[in-house]
């Protein structure tokens, strides 16, 4: 008697849907096993998942998980150098910020942070955040559309879809726009457009030096890291941040 056939634990046979299905699985199982013994001399493997056609000696099939060699030790001195450069950045977006909110809300040239509160300009005050998010929309229009983002998001894009590539006007772009929304007055913190900027800085030495995906990754997320410690002062919760996002948006790192 077939498992199909077979009645259930009260006794009753089985429903026709279920027999039908039972019979269905029953064939599959033992067509993947012959066909297993077949491919299984090759150099093609079958699991559950289907077969495996990679080569039998090639670096994917090598375990990839958080795995490196000593060639990463290659990328500190890169990484320290990014790191520099992300800081450096995250203190030049403050003082834009600053300036801005100075030089539109009390006439004067400044890059220390102020708040808009204080401002004596009254009701023309509401006019100032309207005019920069017209600049700043015009900016994404004309500009580079990965702009409009939070830049957390954006940062997870680059990594799985463009191998941690981003645009070198992004670097220019994204730290300008973002201190013209939040020096006007926008609702905006500082955390996604430094994450983007200093990650945008990784990504563009990745490139200048044609590493492979993981380096740009690595040195990617050095410079975010790099850029939320300056601008919040908490370097392990930074590193944290940065190496979080980048282990999210991708479960195999291989360093080849």
């Known amino acids: 008697m077939s498992q199909a056939e077979q009645p259930s634990e009260g006794g009753s046979p089985l429903h026709p849907l279920a027999q039908a299905a039972a019979t269905q699985i029953d064939s599959e199982v033992v067509g993947g096993i012959s066909n297993a013994g077949a491919v299984g001399r090759g150099d093609s493997e079958s699991s559950y998942l289907g077969v495996d056609v990679r080569p039998r000696v090639t670096s994917e099939r090598r375990l990839g998980d958080f795995t490196i060699t000593p060639s990463v030790l290659g990328l500190v001195p890169l990484a320290i150098v990014i790191s520099a450069l ?4 995250a203190l030049g977006l403050l003082d834009m910020i600053g300036l801005f909110t100075n030089l539109l809300y009390y006439q004067r040239l400044s890059v220390h942070l102020a708040s808009p509160d204080a401002t004596i300009l009254g009701a023309i005050a509401l006019v100032i955040p309207v005019g920069g998010g017209l600049v700043v929309g015009l900016m994404a229009r004309y500009g580079s559309e990965q702009i409009r983002g939070h830049g957390i998001p954006e940062v997870m894009e680059r990594i799985l879809v463009d191998g941690s590539r981003v645009q070198p006007r992004l670097a220019i772009l994204k730290p300008i726009s973002s201190a013209i929304s939040i020096g006007t007055g926008g ?7 430094i994450i983007l900027t200093g ?5 563009i030495v990745g490139q200048m030096f044609r590493l492979t995906g993981a380096q740009r990754r690595a040195l990617l997320v ?8 300056a601008v919040f002062g908490t370097p ?5 941040l940065a190496s979080n996002c980048s282990s999210s948006s991708s479960s195999h790192v291989r360093w080849y």
């Open 86 to 89: 992300g800081a450096g950045v």
């Open 199 to 203: 990650g945008a800085v990784g990504s």
């Open 236 to 240: 392990v919760a930074a590193t944290l």
């Open 187 to 193: 609702p905006f913190g500082a955390e996604g457009p």
């Open 222 to 229: 050095a410079g975010a890291a790099a850029g939320m410690s």
